[in-house]
């Protein structure tokens, strides 16, 4: 039995496997340029972050309906709960798919689908969050927010992602209040490429309550005092990094020294389907790569659900975090 675990930094667009992707083309009429699955994978080599959004955007030419999404969705969350996730809080890019002519609703109710009936079926309790495409304009992430407005009792609170560098977060500050006033939660990808600077942005001009990523704080001492002081949760995605090359190699990984700086860090697939693994799979690299005890493993699980937003629901909480302090490890 894995250990139980919720998962929040996950992109539901980067669980969109090989065989689904050309599944979806074809019931949709959609021409993929790559001739097959193999062809397809041998792809997923990346240099960098931008390098691997070029294909993520591209992919999704194939999500047109209510059903792709809804289909998209449930496959991650089969998934999830067989690497032992009993929470996700599931991120989805808007404009990757109003710039391509699918309506905001087709994409949040047919998640919805999936996202309604999951722990009936999955036994997966979920949130959904709704990020901002940082190099598209704040009035484009205005727009999307405005967008939103119908769907916001199945929203739970807005991200920020797409390529870092040169997009700081204070561009986004009207919209991240507009969001908060909604009774939004807070989150974005700070410090994956990005300087620690845009960290510190994130916290004080967004708002923000969990930082996706944070790796680069480590660059500032002062940072992550504040950070340990803050309680402020840092969502690590260790495959990620080193398929993005911000880490060279896993046992490189800072995630050994972030946990012993007293960071609040849990471990994250961010988008499992191009970075060889889901969650747990990050969970069991980090423990060979860097030689994790049982307890800090413990200790990862339980600060998932520590970090998690299940403010509306503390009795769920309690009742994931007994069940990782029951678990016994193999
Ligand atoms: N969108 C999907 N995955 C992302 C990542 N790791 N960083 C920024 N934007 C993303
Ligand atoms: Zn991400």
Request: hydrophobic share 40%.
């Amino acid at each position: 039995m894995p250990l139980p675990k919720a998962e929040l930094h996950l992109h539901v667009e980067g669980t969109l496997e090989p065989e689904l992707a050309f599944r979806l083309a074809e019931r949709n009429g959609v021409r993929l340029p790559y001739a097959d699955t193999e062809e397809l994978r041998k792809a997923y080599q990346f240099d960098d972050l931008q390098s691997f959004l070029d294909l993520y955007y591209e992919l999704m030419a194939v999500l047109r309906t209510e059903q792709d999404f809804a289909d998209l969705a449930d496959a991650y969350l089969a998934r999830a709960a067989a690497q032992g996730v009993r929470h996700a809080e599931i991120f989805f890019d808007p404009q990757a798919h109003t710039a391509r002519g699918v309506p905001m609703g087709t994409v949040v109710e047919g998640l919805w689908r999936a996202l309604g009936r999951s722990e009936e079926n999955h036994g997966v309790s979920t949130r959904l969050i709704m990020c901002f495409l940082r190099d598209e304009s704040a009035d484009s992430a205005l727009e999307t927010l405005e967008a939103a407005r119908p769907y916001l009792d199945r929203i739970t609170g807005v991200g920020l992602d797409s390529a870092e560098v040169g997009h700081p977060p204070a561009k986004f500050r009207e919209v991240y209040a507009a969001a908060a006033a909604l009774g939004l939660r807070r989150v974005a990808h700070a410090g994956e490429e990005g300087p620690p600077a845009y960290i510190t942005e994130a916290l004080d001009v967004l708002g923000v309550e969990r930082v996706d990523h944070g790796l680069r704080c480590m660059e500032d001492p002062a940072l992550v005092e504040r950070l340990v002081r803050e309680r402020i949760p840092l969502t690590v995605c260790p495959l990620s990094n080193v398929r993005l090359r911000a880490v060279d190699v896993l046992p490189e990984h800072p995630l050994a020294a972030m946990i012993t700086a007293g960071l609040l860090c849990t471990v994250n697939s961010d988008d499992p389907a191009y970075f060889g693994g889901y969650v747990a799979d990050n969970y069991h690299a980090v423990r060979d790569a860097l030689g994790l005890s049982k307890e800090q493993m413990r200790e990862l699980a339980r600060n998932s659900f520590l970090a998690s937003f299940l403010e509306d629901d503390e009795e769920r909480r309690a009742r994931y975090l007994a069940e990782v302090d029951a678990y016994e490890f193999s």
